[in-house]
């Protein structure tokens, strides 16, 4: 519904000039419960769209990625790595000599380093880090 059209008041007001003061009551309630809706109305949209909003608001917050770069994630996939590449670096070692032992720690360096990126892109120039951002 549009906004209250000022016209209405000028209505009510020669309403009240034509029908005499016994009208008055009835007239300007008439009139207030126009201006009351008109407000209901007003407020209903406004809520309405301030809901919306916070839905959407919370609707992305909750596609965010969550942060992985804890302690546990950091030290413990690293620590991890590490434990593995004892027998990798023997059984590498054992069958092939340096070359193997050359690929076996190049692929556990390799391993770290894209957990790292994963969990800070900023370290490689152009990548977009998680707000978005570009460097």
Partial sequence: MSALDPKELDA???????LGAEYDSVLIDSFLEKVEQQIDETVDRRVRRHLAE???????ESRRPKPADTWAERYGFALLTLVLAIPLSAIAGALTGLP???AAWSGIVGVNAAQAVRLHPEILPGRRDRCGHQD
């Avoid at 009510?12 to 034509?18: D, I, L, P, Q, Y």
């Avoid at 916070?54 to 992305?60: L, Y």
């Fill in 12 to 18: 009510t007001v020669r309403a009240r000039t034509e």
């Fill in 54 to 60: 916070r839905q959407t608001a919370t609707a992305r």
């Fill in 100 to 102: 193997g032992l050359v």
